[in-house]
């Protein structure tokens, strides 16, 4: 059992006869709605539900230790990827990032990893794979992958702030290498006290590096031969691979 | 209306989407040039005279819920109409999409064409002008033109039915890695056809009690528009039949296809709806794009030469229809206006 179990059966409470006519110039309207223990091949979690009014998307918050109405809470935002997140595609890291921000949030001893449900827009996963297609067909220019709506660089927050506030966090430490996370939700009113570097320790959960690795180095042989890469807006670094300081 | 900054886009195509990206083009100071091959404007949002009334034979009414869009429908000097308000059936499962919540749909007493003829007001128009070949040159590109004559323009804008667009990307040879992949991407979907018929009949011809019917058991109509009910009074029957994509598909070259839709009519409606007094067939090669073709956003493609050619129209936005048209025209606008790809 994590801590801060009641806390957050509380926010189901808060919630449960909530009105209110949506948040901010969106009318963004979050609510949690159910918690529940979840552990996890990385550790304990308990998983949260939210409904809300803008995407009809149901996004989860996995948590760890207690966080509500804490202060500098170590929060990691992963956008879903089913190919990668759930079949272990090698044509991303998506995985990878899950698993090490999941572990990222065990090692600090609590946190918070919002997992939004923004696999593209509307018939996202139909497009990620038209993508694919083209990628196959080595036609895939950045015009055609936005044109799909794939690894849309212009995501929106907005829902994911809602959650964090819905979360009662006081401030957060954002587990990010994406400059462009933290001005999106500070912009939406989160307190981000402070950055945690999103690194992957090598060797460890780096299964797609070493792959990809391989491919490129010719020890393995590759039919596709496709260069794989990171889908979330948030790219990975290993360690002790250099890291780029103009990313902040 | 029209600005002076930079020499004008030409845009290929004066339907919902041609003439929302004209305007808002406009509005950002930037002038615009629509070429047509027909001889009006509105494109697959068409309204014809049949017996003195007015009848629509694309689609039979607007649907959206961006508020945008549905201000810009405000905004036509029209008969508005909540209409369809009587609808009788549901038809196949997957159909109507425009009755799903939060849509919302309006219709004009002068027809649906009243919308782009609104659009169209005091932009540069040349109708019955069929632009044949893109040829990409230093910093501009040529429309070649069924004439023969040329218009060069360093910013070029397809707004058409996809496959149309694709017709006129084919011609760019050597295809550029850009045109290349927005031909590829145009080839992962394709869009539906439609046969439409409009029949009038005479005053003694029962009314149905309702605006538009989704058959739910005929494979060969897909929607019944009861046209004259936009006009109360009307003393005629008018009725728009549409037919279902895949057997407008197999009877697209069967010259007796009205025929079978009269009588099919007849099966659904009565004995009397096999003769109409008046009847106009129209044939949509490409009618709508299919839902699950969605794009996100229109293309913008970077020519070698420096030009610029923007494609637009229905399948670049989300929801496809005549809402999704008038959102990627205005799309596309804003990247024009912002200079990307330049």
Redesign the interface.
């Known amino acids: 059992m994590t801590g801060g179990g009641d806390a957050l059966a509380q926010l189901v409470l808060r919630d449960r006869d909530h009105e209110c006519e949506g948040f901010g110039p969106g009318r963004v309207c979050v609510r949690v709605v159910a918690v529940a223990r979840l552990p996890t091949r990385a550790g304990p979690f308990r998983i949260v539900a939210f409904w809300n009014n803008r995407d009809a998307k149901e996004h989860v918050a996995l948590v760890h230790g207690d966080v509500v109405g804490g202060s500098d809470v170590p929060v990691r935002l992963h956008s879903e990827c089913l190919t990668g997140d759930v079949m272990g595609s090698l044509r991303c890291d998506c995985r990878d990032q899950l698993t090490e921000g999941l572990a990222a949030i065990q090692r600090e001893g609590r946190g918070v990893l919002l997992y939004l449900r923004q696999e593209?827009?509307?018939?996202g996963l139909?497009?990620k794979i038209?993508a694919y297609?083209?990628q196959e067909?080595g036609?895939?220019?950045v015009?055609?992958n936005?044109?799909?709506?794939f690894r849309?660089d212009e995501r929106d927050y907005a829902v994911a702030a809602h959650m964090i506030h819905g979360l009662e966090l006081r401030s957060i430490r954002l587990i990010t290498n994406n400059p462009e996370k933290l001005r999106q939700l500070t912009a939406y009113r989160v307190e981000v006290s402070g950055r945690i570097p999103h690194v992957i320790p090598p060797g460890e959960h780096n299964r797609f590096y070493l792959e990809t690795k391989a491919r490129r180095s010719g020890h393995l042989i590759d039919v596709d031969a496709l260069a794989p890469r990171s889908e979330q807006a948030d790219p990975v670094v290993v360690a002790p691979a250099p890291q780029d300081p103009g990313a902040e | 209306m029209a600005g002076t900054e930079g020499s004008p886009v030409v845009i290929v195509g004066a339907g919902v989407a041609g003439l929302s990206c004209a305007r808002a083009l406009a509005e950002g100071g930037r002038r615009a040039l629509v070429l047509d091959r027909a001889r009006g404007v509105g494109g697959r949002c068409a309204t014809r005279a049949l017996e003195g009334q007015p009848v629509d034979y694309g689609p039979v009414f607007l649907h959206g819920r961006d508020p945008a869009f549905l201000a810009a429908l405000d905004a036509v000097p029209a008969t508005r109409l909540d209409w369809p308000a009587d609808v009788h059936g549901s038809g196949a499962p997957c159909q109507p999409e425009a009755f799903s919540p939060g849509e919302v749909r309006r219709a004009f007493a002068e027809g649906v064409n009243a919308f782009p003829r609104h659009l169209a007001e005091g932009l540069e128009l040349r109708l019955q002008r069929k632009v044949v070949g893109l040829v990409p040159g230093d910093g501009t590109v040529a429309l070649r033109l069924d004439d023969g004559s040329f218009l060069e323009t360093e910013v070029a804008v397809l707004a058409l039915a996809a496959e149309q667009a694709d017709e006129l990307l084919a011609t760019v040879l050597p295809a550029p890695p850009a045109v290349a992949a927005a031909r590829a991407l145009l080839a992962t979907a394709s869009s539906h056809c439609a046969l439409a018929l409009l029949a009038a009949y005479g005053p003694g011809a029962p009314r149905p009690p309702w605006h538009v019917s989704y058959p739910e058991t005929s494979r060969v109509v897909q929607v019944v528009s009861h046209e004259s009910s936009k006009r109360p009074g009307s003393p005629l029957l008018v009725l728009a039949l549409q037919a279902h994509p895949a057997w407008s598909r197999l009877h697209l070259e069967d010259p007796d296809w009205p025929r079978h839709v009269l009588d099919e009519a007849a099966r659904l409606l009565g004995a009397w709806a096999a003769d109409p007094r008046t009847a106009h067939p129209h044939r949509w090669r490409w009618a709508r794009t299919d839902l699950a073709a969605e794009l996100a956003r229109p293309l913008l493609l970077a020519l070698p030469g420096g030009a610029r050619l923007g494609v637009a129209g229905d399948r670049f936005a989300p929801g496809g229809g005549v809402e999704a048209a008038w959102r990627s025209g205005r799309a596309l606008a804003g990247r024009i206006l912002a200079g990307e790809g330049a």
């Open positions: 593209g827009r509307g018939i139909i497009n038209r297609a083209l067909q036609l895939d220019t015009e055609a936005l044109a799909l709506g849309d």
